[in-house]
């Protein structure tokens, strides 16, 4: 059983910064050889949007709304983390992990999903 657990939400002011962080319950590399894993942000009465990506290979990729202040970093074996500065309050929403089998394209999906951790950024 694999399972992400998303953590590292809070509330901030606008300018502030915060650091989620996706542990996943056993070694990347002993799920997928090859991985991709990705950041997502949900609100109310909008679509799911993709934030960041990172590839077993390094590679990363990041929505435009997010370009120049969000670093998506793998910490370790089985953790993969979101920096996140100069926030605004349009970065409100909750926060999804997701990891799936390499490489990253538009629109694909993920085969595992961690639980959400909000994110508030006030003005």
């Known amino acids: 059983q694999v399972q992400l657990v998303a953590s590292g939400g809070g509330s901030v002011q606008a300018g502030g910064s915060l650091r989620l962080s996706c542990v996943v319950s056993?070694?990347?590399?002993?799920?997928?050889?090859?991985?991709?894993m990705a950041w997502f942000r949900q609100t109310s009465g909008k679509e799911r949007e993709e934030v960041a990506t990172?590839?077993?290979?390094?590679?990363t990729t990041y929505a435009d709304s997010v370009k120049g202040r969000f670093t998506i970093s793998r910490y370790n074996a089985n953790t993969v983390d979101l920096q996140m500065n100069s926030l605004k309050p349009e970065d409100t929403a909750v926060y999804y992990c997701?990891?799936?089998?390499?490489?990253?394209?538009?629109?694909?999906?993920?085969?595992?999903w961690g639980q959400g951790t909000q994110v508030t950024v006030s003005s």
């Open positions: 997701a990891l799936g089998y390499a490489p990253w394209y538009s629109g694909r999906t993920y085969d595992y």
């Open positions: 056993r070694n990347i590399v002993s799920i997928y050889n090859r991985w991709c």
């Open positions: 990172i590839g077993s290979d390094g590679r």
